[in-house]
């Protein structure tokens, strides 16, 4: 059985030769290193959950999460990056931790994707919603994230961080031979609707039901002792 140590340094070594092999490789396929490097990034949380001891209560509830991050996307499907996933994924965090957030973000991405079509696309989706949740779980417990505010601001910034990252896939599988800061950075631009779309959404599914999901989560940490 290899330890957590040993698995750090596995992940680390593959970061370090698929870099190595980026820049030596002539056809600079930089989409496909891009992925690897996700998926890479992605390998700790998943390991860190699966070596971890769970009741069947938690496993239940991620379970039940993630549905419901799925169930917030796939009804706004027509309006572009207007849903309730990202809500979701925040108030998990923010009531259960980083982890549980983190695989809620991922596993929602990959199962809403079962009905929006799965691509290359859906591990970049998985690392910007597992992030998602990581960061509102580390910060949960700073005097900014606990008021309503601070939860906005939190969420209206994500909105953005979001497309941000997704425009890098989108510019390196559509135009890996032309990339540059100045195409990113038009590729911005031109998301900035859709982006604030997210964004605006975010906050307002924040104001409107953040404070009756908490205390139903704080219910279900009490009743199950989570």
Known sequence: MINSKKYIILILLGSILILIFSVLWTDKHYMI?????????????FLKF???ELKAENTVLIAILASTAVLGRVPFAAIPS????????????????EETGFMVGSLGAFASNMFMSQGPWTIWQMFCWGMMGVSAGILRNTKFMKNI???????FIWGFLFGWIM????VLYFGADSFSFQVFLMSCITSFKVDLNHAI?????ILLFSKSWKKIFDRVKIKYDL
């Open 33 to 45: 290193f891009s992925i690897l490097i996700i998926f890479l990034s992605l390998v700790p949380f």
């Open 167 to 170: 425009n890098i896939w989108y």
């Open 82 to 97: 207007v849903q309730a996933t990202s809500f979701v994924i925040i108030m998990t965090a923010l009531s259960f931790g």
């Open 149 to 155: 505010i601070g939860q906005s601001i939190f969420g």
């Open 50 to 52: 699966e070596r971890k």
């Open 201 to 205: 959404s975010n906050v307002v599914f």
